[in-house]
C-alpha cells in the first residue's frame, strides 16, 4: 500500500518568492509554521499575517523584531 501524497507542481520562480515572503516577515517563527505547512495554502497564511498586523495583534518594530499578541475568542459567556 502506498501512502497518500499530494504533489504541487510550481516553478522555480514562485518557489523562491513564497520562500522570501516566509523568510522575510518571519512567517515561521510568528505564526509557528514550517515552510511544508506554509505551502499548503501560502496566500492563506498570508493573509492571516496580514490581518494580524492589521489588526494589533503582530507589532513590527522598526528594527524588525516581532512579537504575537494571542488572543483566545471562546463562544462560551465569561469565558
Given at each position: 500500500?502506498?501512502?497518500?501524497?499530494?504533489?504541487?507542481?510550481?516553478?522555480?520562480?514562485?518557489l523562491?518568492?513564497l520562500?522570501?515572503?516566509?523568510?522575510?516577515?518571519?512567517?515561521?517563527?510568528v505564526?509557528?509554521l514550517?515552510f511544508?505547512?506554509?505551502?499548503t495554502?501560502?496566500?492563506g497564511?498570508?493573509?492571516?499575517y496580514?490581518?494580524?498586523?492589521?489588526g494589533?495583534?503582530?507589532?513590527?518594530?522598526?528594527?524588525g523584531?516581532?512579537s504575537?499578541?494571542?488572543?483566545?475568542?471562546?463562544?462560551e459567556?465569561?469565558?
Amino acid at each position: 500500500m502506498q501512502p497518500n501524497i499530494d504533489v504541487t507542481v510550481m516553478t522555480d520562480e514562485r518557489l523562491n518568492l513564497l520562500a522570501d515572503r516566509f523568510l522575510g516577515r518571519q512567517i515561521g517563527q510568528v505564526l509557528g509554521l514550517t515552510f511544508a505547512g506554509y505551502l499548503t495554502d501560502p496566500e492563506g497564511y498570508d493573509r492571516l499575517y496580514e490581518e494580524m498586523k492589521k489588526g494589533n495583534g503582530l507589532r513590527i518594530t522598526e528594527t524588525g523584531d516581532r512579537s504575537v499578541v494571542h488572543l483566545n475568542h471562546s463562544s462560551e459567556k465569561g469565558a
